[in-house]
């Protein structure tokens, strides 16, 4: 149990400590400012410039234009990809999904590509409907997970797309120092003080391998990032 004013504890994950993002009840005015700012953040520290160019775009040439984002939030990195998937003059579509209700109301407000749609769902939901995908990605959603959660995911993602990419926070003291000052960046959301929770939540890479099925790889993406991936045909 995570105790009020202690330090953190980098030993293990802390996945009894919520998010406040998570919290039905939190501001929305906050929430609307986070999700605002996700892209600003994720630019400067996802990487997913080089992951598109590296891991989607070319398995993409050779599968189905088709793109499922898992967990979309505000919908900034959906939206990201089918930019760089229209200037490369791939005609792709792409689905964005997350299970927040106020994700989707915040995501499906923004302006941006007309070949991204928002719908709240899970995974499970779609894998029962039948779908399946050229990709598959999530951004920060694995630390969000309990055990069993990441297992099921992981199985509606071996059904859903040909070649799946989820990347994550590395959960690190290092990582967690660093954020701590460079999130005072944006004040007024919740980036900071979830982002902080976030790493602790988050996974080693020995530990995210080692709850990983078979077939499933973990890459490091610098900085203090990793990557979970899988490819039909390569399991």
């Not at 998937?85 to 989707?104: E, H, K, S």
């Not at 939540?201 to 203090?224: K, N």
């Given at each position: 149990?995570?105790?009020?004013?202690?330090?953190?504890?980098?030993t293990?994950?802390?996945?009894?400590?919520?998010?406040?993002?998570?919290?039905?009840?939190?501001?929305?005015?906050?929430?609307?400012?986070?999700?605002?700012?996700?892209?600003?953040?994720?630019?400067?520290?996802?990487?997913?410039r080089?992951?598109?160019?590296?891991?989607?775009?070319?398995?993409?040439l050779?599968?189905?234009?088709?793109?499922?984002?898992i967990?979309?939030?505000?919908?900034?990195?959906?939206?990201?990809?089918?930019?760089?998937?229209?200037?490369?003059?791939?005609?792709?579509?792409?689905?964005?999904?997350?299970?927040?209700?106020?994700?989707?109301?915040?995501?499906?407000?923004?302006?941006?590509?007309?070949?991204?749609?928002?719908?709240?769902?899970?995974?499970?939901d779609?894998?029962?409907?039948?779908?399946?995908?050229?990709?598959?990605?999530?951004?920060?959603?694995?630390?969000?997970?309990?055990?069993?959660?990441?297992?099921?995911?992981?199985?509606?993602?071996?059904?859903?797309?040909?070649?799946?990419?989820?990347?994550?926070?590395?959960?690190?003291?290092?990582?967690?120092?660093?954020?701590?000052?460079?999130?005072?960046?944006?004040?007024?959301?919740?980036?900071?003080?979830?982002?902080?929770?976030?790493?602790?939540?988050?996974?080693?890479?020995?530990?995210?391998?080692?709850?990983?099925?078979?077939?499933?790889?973990?890459?490091?993406?610098?900085?203090?990032?990793?990557?979970?991936?899988?490819?039909?045909?390569?399991?």
């Amino acid at each position: 149990m995570t105790v009020p004013g202690a330090p953190a504890d980098f030993t293990r994950r802390a996945v009894d400590l919520p998010e406040f993002m998570d919290d039905p009840a939190c501001d929305l005015a906050t929430l609307r400012r986070t999700y605002r700012q996700f892209g600003r953040l994720n630019a400067l520290i996802a990487g997913w410039r080089r992951v598109y160019v590296r891991d989607l775009r070319p398995r993409l040439l050779q599968a189905p234009l088709t793109l499922l984002d898992i967990g979309c939030g505000g919908g900034d990195v959906p939206r990201q990809l089918a930019r760089w998937a229209r200037r490369d003059g791939l005609d792709l579509t792409v689905t964005a999904i997350d299970a927040d209700p106020r994700a989707i109301a915040f995501a499906s407000a923004q302006p941006g590509p007309p070949n991204v749609t928002y719908r709240q769902a899970l995974s499970s939901d779609l894998v029962r409907e039948g779908h399946t995908f050229g990709a598959v990605t999530s951004n920060h959603l694995l630390h969000h997970l309990t055990a069993a959660e990441l297992s099921g995911l992981l199985r509606d993602c071996e059904h859903l797309g040909r070649v799946v990419v989820h990347s994550d926070l590395v959960r690190s003291a290092a990582a967690y120092r660093l954020f701590s000052l460079a999130a005072h960046a944006f004040p007024g959301t919740f980036i900071r003080a979830d982002g902080l929770r976030s790493i602790r939540r988050s996974f080693t890479p020995a530990e995210l391998q080692a709850a990983a099925p078979p077939g499933w790889t973990v890459r490091p993406l610098f900085p203090f990032r990793q990557l979970l991936t899988w490819e039909a045909g390569r399991a």
